[in-house]
Nanobody
């Protein structure tokens, strides 16, 4: 069992930035897993935002965040980050971190909203 913990959410003005973090509460190493960031806005389905592979560093971004968000992983700290810049009101959502055993591709993980383990989420509100 992998217990994921997200942090870094909050209230930010349009154009602002937040760095979301995802780590584990136990001793499990994330190095073996694909990691994805997903989000769910009120009244909408959960969608894949960005995913990163476990080995070659391959990444995927949804078109809506491409050029504004950056996913990265620090294996020494057992943490995956999502740097969110130039935030828009439509980025408002609960952001979830998820881990999965290696998929065919990071795009598959994100597009299919597929993962084995999920965190509880961290809320991001973009508002003036």
């Amino acid at each position: 069992q992998v217990q994921l913990v997200e942090s870094g959410g909050g209230l930010v003005q349009p154009g602002g930035s937040l760095r979301l973090s995802c780590t584990t509460s136990g001793v499990t190493s994330l190095i073996y897993y694909y990691i994805g960031w997903f989000r769910q806005a009120p009244g909408k389905e959960r969608e894949g935002v960005s995913c990163i592979s476990n080995s070659d560093g391959g990444t995927y971004y949804a078109d809506s965040v491409k050029g504004r968000f950056t996913i990265s992983r620090d294996n020494a700290k057992n943490t995956v980050y999502l740097q969110t810049n130039s935030l828009k009101r439509e980025d408002t959502a609960v952001y979830y971190c998820a881990a999965g055993t290696p998929f065919t591709s990071v795009q598959a993980m994100c597009s299919n909203v597929a993962a084995d383990y999920w965190g509880q989420g961290t809320e991001v509100t973009v508002s003036s």
